[in-house]
């Protein structure tokens, strides 16, 4: 497979911090973008919970980002970036049921402490890259099988 | 790509090629070429969206017409409870069956009473299995295609129930076949469609093998007659008529008070069951067991192929539904049981998989959609963002989806146009202010 690297898709899309109302849009984009790529529907599901889990962290934790989709012939890669503050301790972020969300943010029905968790669950590589004091970086990788594998 | 056949069809002549319809479909199956509308068979769901949205009429639904009976030696017709609200308070479901009568059928049977079997078997199927949650109503054909066409993530989560056309169809015809001794293939069963999806469902079956109706009339079609043979007072019993619950299932929010409690949530409205679906699609409906969503607003009340106003309709049919005394009730809840005792909750059970349907892919390999889609961005950046619809696709995003699947190209948008022929126009007055080598030199004014 040598055209693997020269056939890859790369789509960004911003997050402002606390935008609600716009909330879930960029999963829905990245549902319709993988739709239209003809992936199977359980990989657009993974893909879509990963980007909502992503999107709905940068609108209640971070302050601001984007959510970047690369998508080859072997994987969907949903990276999540922000510009900070950054996860001091990242083993408790991964707890379920740990989280920092403010009470207005839980009385929403968000906050939880599943979004990271929820994404590890359905990728099949899952990254976190962050300190206190500058951005994170997450990535979830789901493997496009191939046909007859 | 298979050809679907589908009972929304466009009316050349009619069609003035303005925009309104390719804005409204809930799949963007629809483009304006030749100024014509034309429908992507391949993504209609036969909501009829368009069929309502167009102001020339030029969208038809393409149903049987009552000269087909004529096939067959005995005709049952199966008013959808949809059929009772559009009928003014002056006549009663008696005299609409009358009238169905006249009109060429042998006898009726009510479709609010297939509701009331459904309702039950879909109880049981509940407590009896463990599904996936939310499980969605099969009922609306429109919505079960749109699941096909546009989430098929979630075509586990529908529930494999026939819907109750078809099992009031099934008992009719076989008590009728039985008791009458006629050949099973001498029965003509016509349903009185309220929408265009229910047509397609019974000429292209979604989950049954065979075809248990023999064909649709359009409640519009055949309106004018109904209503002459109303005039004339007659009154007749149906076959079988359901309870108030059963009739109730044509409104919005009907089905789930036949199926009573339960953690359940009911849309209606195409693109307001898109919103919900696009929540169910991502996990994000974990609290809710039981989605009920109808296509049309306030549900087959406002059905497309119907004549009357859905909200005037919905307090008719909400009339016509409480006035089914308690005791009629009684006896009908306990009719649709024994029909299940004697059939068996398997017979009403939807048994063949219902299939993704292929449709919104840019291309067939992984490889070149995801080089179309580059292509895509790069294309849509350029574009004005104003989905004004001129260049007959509905959004800017569309046309340049049509651009890279080779449907349309890029100075179809009149944008786009106009820059070129500004660049041209530059290029032209460059041209004509070249000197030429004969001429005396021109100064710059």
């Known amino acids: ?149 | 790509m298979e050809s679907r056949f589908h009972s929304v069809k466009l009316l050349e002549d009619k069609c003035k090629g303005c925009t309104n319809c390719i804005k409204r479909c809930p799949t963007e199956a629809i483009r304006v070429r030749e100024g014509k509308a034309v429908i992507n068979a391949a993504r209609c769901i036969d909501c009829g969206e368009c069929v309502r949205t167009c102001d020339n009429h030029a969208k038809a639904i393409i149903a049987n017409s009552l000269e087909d009976l004529q096939g067959f030696d005995y005709n049952i017709a199966l008013p959808a409870p949809a059929l009772y609200s559009q009928i003014g308070r002056a006549s009663g479901p008696d005299e609409v069956v009358w009238a169905l009568e006249q009109m060429g059928f042998d006898a009726v049977c009510d479709v609010s009473f297939g509701a009331d079997i459904i309702t039950e078997c879909t109880r049981r199927y509940i407590k009896e299995n463990t599904l996936l949650k939310p499980l969605i109503s099969s009922a609306c054909p429109a919505v079960v295609r749109l699941v096909q066409v546009r989430f098929p993530g979630l075509i586990p989560h529908l529930a494999k129930m026939e819907s109750p056309m078809y099992a009031a169809a099934r008992v009719a015809r076989a008590r009728v076949g039985a008791q009458l001794r006629i050949p099973d293939e001498r029965i003509g069963v016509f349903f009185i469609s309220p929408c265009a999806a229910k047509v397609t469902a019974i000429i292209s079956p979604l989950g049954s093998q065979e075809s248990y109706v023999n064909g649709a009339l359009s409640i519009g079609d055949i309106y004018g007659r109904l209503i002459a043979n109303l005039g004339r007072g007659g009154s007749s019993r149906p076959l079988y008529r359901g309870s108030g619950l059963g009739f109730g299932w044509a409104m919005d929010g009907g089905e789930l008070r036949a199926l009573g409690d339960m953690k359940a949530l009911a849309v209606d409205g195409i693109h307001n069951v898109i919103g919900v679906l696009e929540e169910a699609d991502s996990g994000r409906l974990k609290r809710v067991d039981y989605i009920e969503a109808l296509a049309c607003q306030a549900g087959c009340v406002g059905g497309p192929a119907t004549v009357e106003n859905p909200f005037v309709a919905r307090v008719r049919m909400r009339d016509v539904s409480a006035g089914i005394d308690a005791r009629s009730m009684a006896e009908s809840l306990q009719l649709a049981w024994d029909c299940i005792d004697e059939f068996g909750d398997d017979f009403f059970h939807m048994h063949e998989p219902i299939h993704p349907l292929a449709g919104m892919e840019l291309a067939e390999s992984l490889e070149s959609a995801i080089a179309r889609m580059g292509e895509l961005e790069r294309i849509v950046r350029e574009l004005p963002g104003l989905d004004c619809g001129a260049c007959g696709s509905p959004t800017c995003r569309t046309h340049a989806e049509d651009v890279v699947c080779g449907r349309a190209i890029e100075t179809d948008c009149v944008f786009k146009l106009r820059e070129r022929m500004q660049e041209m126009a530059e290029d032209l007055l460059r041209l004509a202010r070249t000197d030429l080598p004969s001429m005396a030199r021109r100064d710059d004014d």
């Open chain 1, 1 to 149: 497979m040598t055209a693997r690297d020269e056939r890859a898709l790369e789509m960004d899309f911003a997050v402002a911090r606390q935008d609600f109302a716009a909330a879930g849009e960029v999963a829905s984009r990245v549902k319709q973008v993988l739709r239209q790529l003809g992936i199977a529907s359980d990989l657009v599901r993974r893909a879509a919970v990963a980007a909502y889990e992503a999107e709905m962290n940068l609108v209640i934790h971070s302050s601001g980002g984007k959510i970047v989709l690369k998508v080859d012939s072997e994987r969907i890669v949903v990276e999540a970036r922000d510009i900070g503050p950054g996860i001091p301790d990242i083993e408790l972020a991964m707890r379920e049921g740990y989280s920092t969300a403010s009470d207005e943010v839980r009385e929403m029905g968000f906050g939880a402490g599943m979004g990271l968790p929820n994404m590890r669950r359905c990728s099949d590589a899952f990254t976190i890259d962050s300190s206190a004091g500058r951005g994170t970086t997450v990535t979830a990788a789901i493997y496009i099988a191939k046909p007859g594998s």
